[in-house]
Nanobody, 125 residues
Framework: QLQLVESGGDLVQTGGSLRISCATF????????LAWFRQAPGKEREGVSC????????HYGDSVEGRFTFSRDNAKKTMYLHMEDLKPEDTAVYYC??????????????????WGQGTQVTVSS
């Protein structure tokens, strides 16, 4: 069974920072491209950031570029999203996702095969 589990979502004040994580289980972690998506109530699922499998590059959505940093720890088989200068519009459920043998990555949800259950990030105004 392939499994991804998000954690670290919280209530944060505007301008604050937060790091959320996604632990992975049951697959060769380094062979997968990984991504973070988010979905706010009444809105489409939005690509936040992604990173290719080992040796791949990182990409960020326009709305978060310069504020969010995506990293992966192959030894811990865990991915992280560090968020700074948080804004109320960042409020959403954040999901991690994976796709096998993708050296490069995209921010299209349809490209990903495996998903976590999400963690809630709420930014107060």
């Amino acid at each position: 069974q392939l499994q991804l589990v998000e954690s670290g979502g919280d209530l944060v004040q505007t301008g604050g920072s937060l790091r959320i994580s996604c632990a992975t289980f049951g697959f060769p972690y380094e062979y997968y491209a990984l991504a973070w998506f988010r979905q706010a109530p009444g809105k489409e699922r939005e690509g936040v950031s992604c990173i290719g499998s080992s040796g791949g590059s990182t990409h960020y959505g326009d709305s978060v570029e310069g504020r969010f940093t995506f990293s992966r720890d192959n030894a811990k088989k865990t991915m992280y999203l560090h968020m700074e200068d948080l804004k109320p519009e960042d409020t959403a459920v954040y999901y991690c996702a994976a796709v096998y043998l993708a050296h490069s990555c995209t921010l299209l949800a349809s490209e990903y095969d495996y998903w976590g259950q999400g963690t809630q990030v709420t930014v107060s105004s």
